[in-house]
């Protein structure tokens, strides 16, 4: 069965600092992987999807995701923080015939 | 085209009683679902369906209740609410890489 682990559940970052978020996966095959984002009080936006076509995939406001199979890893970056990036995110896993399989979340905080 | 709704936005309950939480999509798609939220627990799938009239258990099931008698809806019931009920609903409609989610139902059991 798929399962994602996210390493840090809090993580906290300056304004203009890279952010990364961890994100290791388990799956017997190749994986379709998420990552979602949540504002306060909101539901669960896309922020980006690996589906099997390039490794490095680019996401809404500024953030990318890297598919490396040899460390079943699909870590989040941003070059440069921003206040409006504080958040939730959460990294998720799929067989795409299947169901999503969520990790537990990171929260992000963006201190000026 | 709304996408995913749910109703209502909040709700309270006392323990014991009864409700349901309605979910709607008019993106045509088959597969439905329906997960909660804890801090600290991310999301967990509660229930699903892959079509009209077939429903089936998720990761955390208990208490709760589906039908799917057409395609654009998909209500969750509890039954007889616990407080361990209290969490943050969401809805889906999609499968594997085209899931779209619902703007959440948060609920709080007295």
């Known amino acids: 069965a798929q399962s994602v682990t996210q390493l840090g559940s809090h993580v906290s970052v300056s304004e203009g600092a890279l952010v990364l978020l961890r994100c290791n996966y388990s799956?017997?095959?190749?994986?379709?992987l998420f990552w979602y984002v949540q504002y306060p009080n909101q539901g669960l936006q896309l922020l980006l999807k690996?589906?099997?076509?390039?490794?490095l995939v680019k996401g809404i406001n500024g953030f990318e995701a890297e598919f490396k199979k040899s460390e079943t890893s699909f870590h989040l970056t941003k070059p440069s923080a921003h206040m409006s990036d504080a958040a939730e995110y959460f990294c998720?896993?799929?067989?795409?015939?299947?169901?999503?399989?969520f990790g537990t979340g990171t929260r992000l905080q963006v201190f000026p | 085209n709304a996408g995913v709704t749910q109703t209502p936005k909040f709700q309270v309950l006392k323990t014991g009683q009864s409700m349901t939480l309605q979910c709607a999509q008019d993106?045509?798609?088959?597969?439905m679902s329906w997960y909660r939220q804890d801090p600290g627990m991310g999301l967990r799938l509660i229930h699903y369906?892959?079509?009209?009239?077939?429903?089936d258990q998720g990761e955390v099931p208990n208490g709760y209740n589906v039908s799917r008698s057409t395609t654009e809806d998909f209500p969750l019931r509890l039954l007889s609410a616990a407080p361990s009920q209290t969490s943050v609903y969401f809805c889906?409609?999609?499968?594997?890489?085209?899931?779209?989610f619902g703007p959440g139902t948060r609920l709080t059991v007295l």
């Open positions: 690996y589906t099997s076509a390039a490794t």
């Open positions: 998720a896993v799929t067989l795409n015939t299947d169901k999503l399989i």
């Open positions: 889906a409609a999609g499968l594997g890489n085209e899931q779209f």
């Open positions: 799956s017997s095959v190749p994986p379709y």
């Open positions: 369906s892959v079509g009209a009239g077939i429903t």
């Open positions: 993106m045509n798609h088959e597969y």
